[in-house]
């Protein structure tokens, strides 16, 4: 049984004193991940990463709505290192509202965020989307969506995944109806909320992930998260749609496979 993280951030250093023992674990329980950038510098050290272990990983480059607002999208240093072979993805891109930004933040993500469609729309890569509305609200997402469709970026120009994702069902339809993948990831362990959403969406369109070393499942929750912690993911799956681990993750394999084009 294979399993596939399809996003994680392996790179990041809270993964600098035990990686070695994380990548091993990674062998030994058949957990494959991709790696996903925040910004250029954490882009270099995912595909990086993924080079060194090309049967275990691949990697997504892009630039975080405000992970890091020093930065400025450098489009053409982005494209040069999307090209590489083992960059399967253009993002975590997208939308960030939870901390309420200004007007002048909110039109830069959106900027930013529409230059990252653009290049996955060029070197025809999905996008890995991210989104996070304030509490209560659901315009990162509702925006988001608009300028996905604005852009004509849909089924017939390239498709994406909304990752972590944590809104309502009607909005799981339009991503849906985009062509777009859900990805789940550690709170469904612990939040009853996301059953009628997990029940909603088909198994062909939906994906797992831990976003380690954040937000871990139930049992480890509160501590660091890792791609191994897949599992009980997958197990919550299982358990809302009536199916065997084995299925879930032959599944989801698939669906990872088939979105990122990795043969």
């Known amino acids: 049984m294979t399993l596939f993280d399809s996003h994680c951030h392996l790179h990041f250093r809270q993964f600098d004193n035990d990686r070695e023992e994380i990548i091993k674990k990674l062998r030994d329980f058949n957990i494959k991940i991709i790696n996903v950038g925040t910004d250029f510098k954490e882009s270099e050290k995912a595909v990086a990463l993924a080079k ?73 890569k999905p996008l890995i989307l991210h989104c996070r509305p304030p509490k209560g609200s659901q315009d ?78 139930a049992p480890h929750r509160g501590r660091r998260n890792e791609p191994a912690y897949v599992e009980f993911v997958a197990h919550k799956i299982a358990e809302w749609k009536r199916l065997s681990i084995e299925e879930v993750a032959e599944q989801t394999t698939k669906n990872t496979l088939r979105l990122f084009q990795i043969k």
């Open 140 to 217: 990162a997402y509702e925006d988001a969506i608009e300028i996905l469709k604005y852009e004509n970026f849909n089924i017939s120009t390239g498709n994406g995944v909304a990752h972590f994702f944590s809104d309502l069902k009607e909005t799981a339809k339009k991503f849906l109806e985009l062509g777009f993948y859900i990805s789940f990831a550690g709170p469904i362990t612990f939040a009853p909320e996301y059953k009628e959403i997990v029940e909603f969406v088909p198994m062909n369109r939906i994906l797992i992930e831990t976003d380690a070393p954040f937000a871990a499942p």
């Open 52 to 124: 060194q272990y090309p049967d275990l990983m691949w990697a997504s480059v892009g630039l975080h709505p405000n992970d890091n607002l020093e930065e400025n999208f450098d489009i053409n240093k982005y494209r040069e290192l999307a090209k590489l072979q083992n960059v399967v993805a253009i993002g975590e891109c997208g939308l960030d509202y939870f901390r309420s930004p200004s007007e002048t933040e909110i039109k830069r993500q959106k900027e930013i965020f529409v230059k990252q469609i653009g290049l996955a729309k060029e070197l025809k």
